[in-house]
């Protein structure tokens, strides 16, 4: 085969374009994730060779170099990790396979700052090398091919790459990267280390660099041909708690997860009894853009006694909490484990449900003592939250009490349904809420007049998902949950007995009224009655108690249904 010359994706070149043009400030997140490949094609190498032995024979201790040439420009990052075919060389490295690569185009705004935060969710990857090189070559050969059998690709980051037939000695991928002149500052030992300890020093492999000495005739420092390990290369969850700092648990975070922004808070736990693992699970302080994409990867990644397993095991985590993310490590699974068996094992069960109540106790705790941190939390994720109403019958309670809306007394959704009950008026038997479009539509409804001159406050539930949450949950501490738009809305104690007469007063006065209006709008009303709940409004429509809200079936009629 020869050498071949071929165009980026039309999404590449923009993608290329923007990050050069966004990412300036942050130029050195580019070796973090040239490193994260690295260390993935570790994974995969380990991961691989379960089935197939032979693939890692002489390929030797997993390792991470990277070294530098000041005279030539040059930073190259290698590893003897999985490599790539020509054929993956041009899909990998000339297309974006990710899902939500089309949601994540159209919410690029144009303003670099958003945009360049937006990337960052995305993963910036293998193309963040062009923030810093004019040049990228890229030499690798597939684990189990020959050493005849290598590619060489090469792109200059502009619309096409080349890729061409070469030799390699070892398995694996070397990255060079021909610096710009204005990037030179990154060939130098103490830079390029100081950054691999600030964003990789999680990193389950060596990194290594090699040593380097002060010369003293010359006046400047001379590499050695002695290689040293510059990180800590133990992965993180696997190091025990107090050797790690926040500072530490934060910059994992971000690689992890592609974020720029550092966690809300995390949990880390090695957990022993029937089922043995070590979770260390994260709360981003952000929504990912694709929270609402259904397909897109859940957020934890499975490993087998420190061997990478898969990156969206969606079995380990309730999709009401596929905002979490991170890593859980077990030691039961067998390390060929399929999603098959996922599917169907104890021990993942058991997993699930660990983690489930670790996330729960996190969000417990977030609620209680970081209260500012929390309703950040509720603004993101709030509407996802709910969703466990009807998940996860097991949890039913503690989600209830996690849940915050906005009310009569409170424009922002920061109620919780125990500062509701605290607040309950001396007879009021039920928690009252009302649903609308939004919350001007539902501040204005006329049957909130009654209550509002009463004092009694009411919940106002303006998310889409309220509905369905509704049919989820009834009750709360006891309290059935009610809604003030429904049938004979009954206050119960709350009515007193000068009220009650009045109103069986107004009922006998405007008798031959109502006959007539039930004439006029005969076959389209049930029912037509007087009533007390309204102080300013001369008529209201209610729904009968026990069908469809108005707002569920406008919903259901939006829907097409
Ligand atoms: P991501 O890592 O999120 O998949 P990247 O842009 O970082 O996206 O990398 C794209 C793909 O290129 C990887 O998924 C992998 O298949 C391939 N790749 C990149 N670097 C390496 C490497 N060092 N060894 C083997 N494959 C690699
Ligand atoms: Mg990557």
């Not at 700052?113 to 004019?134: E, P, T």
Request: glycine content about 6%; aromatic content about 8%; proline content about 2%.
């Amino acid at each position: 085969m020869s050498t071949e010359t071929l165009g980026f994706q039309a999404e590449v070149k923009q993608l290329l374009h923007l990050m050069i043009h966004s990412l300036y400030s942050n130029k050195e997140i580019f070796l973090r994730e040239l490193v994260s490949n690295a260390s993935d094609a570790l994974d995969k190498l380990r991961f691989e060779s379960i089935a197939n032995a032979e693939l890692a024979e002489g390929a030797g201790e997993p390792q991470i170099t990277v070294s530098f040439d000041k005279a030539a420009k040059t930073v190259t990052i290698a590893d003897n990790g999985i490599g790539m075919s020509r054929e993956e060389a041009i899909a990998h490295l000339g297309t974006i396979a990710k899902s939500g690569t089309k949601e994540f185009f159209s919410k690029l705004s144009g303003d670099q700052q958003k945009d360049a935060a937006l990337i960052g969710q995305f993963g910036v990857g293998f193309y963040s090398s062009f923030i810093v090189a004019h040049k990228v070559t890229v030499l690798t050969r597939r684990a189990g091919t020959a050493f005849n059998v290598a590619t060489r690709w090469e792109s200059t980051g502009e619309g096409d790459f080349t890729v061409e037939p070469a030799e390699k000695q070892s398995p694996g991928t070397e990255i060079t990267l021909h610096l710009r002149d204005d990037d030179l500052e990154f060939a130098d030992r103490w830079r390029l280390s100081s950054i691999i300890k600030k964003y990789s020093d999680h990193v389950g492999f060596p990194i290594r660099m090699k040593k380097q000495e002060w010369d003293k005739d010359a006046g400047e420092y001379k590499l050695l041909d002695e290689w040293e390990t510059v990180n800590q290369a133990a992965s993180l969850w696997t190091r025990s708690k107090s050797d790690i700092t926040d500072e530490q648990y934060t910059e994992f975070y971000k690689s992890l997860a592609h974020d720029m922004q550092a966690p809300l808070a995390w949990t880390h736990n090695r957990v022993e009894g029937r089922s043995e693992y070590t979770q260390l699970l994260y709360l981003p302080a952000k929504a990912p853009f694709d929270l609402w994409d259904r397909d897109r990867p859940a957020g934890v990644k499975l490993y087998v006694k420190r061997v990478f397993i898969m990156d969206d095991a969606k079995e380990l985590m309730p999709v009401y909490l596929r905002f979490v993310r991170g890593v859980i490590d077990s030691q039961d699974l067998p390390l060929n484990v399929s999603r098959e068996i996922l599917q169907e094992s104890r021990d993942v069960r058991a997993i699930r449900e660990g983690s489930t109540k670790r996330v729960l106790s996190m969000l417990e705790d977030l609620a209680e003592n970081r209260k500012d941190d929390y309703a950040g939390f509720w603004k993101e994720f709030g509407q996802v939250l709910k969703e466990g109403l009807g998940e996860d019958f097991a949890n039913q309670e503690r989600i209830a009490k996690l849940l915050r809306f906005a009310s009569t007394s409170a424009d922002e959704q920061t109620v919780s349904l125990a500062d509701y009950v605290s607040r309950m008026k001396e007879g009021q038997e039920a928690v009252y809420y009302i649903t609308a479009d939004s919350l001007a539509a539902a501040k204005a409804s006329p049957h909130l007049e009654i209550f509002r001159k009463k004092g009694i406050e009411v919940l106002l539930l303006t998310d889409r998902i309220d509905e369905w949450m509704l049919s989820h949950l009834n009750e709360f501490d006891g309290k059935p949950l009610a809604s003030v738009a429904k049938g004979g809305v009954d206050l119960g104690k709350l009515e007193d007995e000068e009220e009650k007469k009045a109103r069986e007063e107004t009922a006998e006065q405007f008798k031959e009224l109502i006959e007539g209006v039930k004439k006029v709008l005969g076959e389209r009303v049930k029912d037509v009655r007087t009533t007390s709940r309204l102080t300013d409004s001369p008529a209201c429509l209610v729904v009968d108690e026990h069908e469809m809200s108005a707002n569920l079936q406008r919903l259901l009629k939006q829907a097409g249904q």
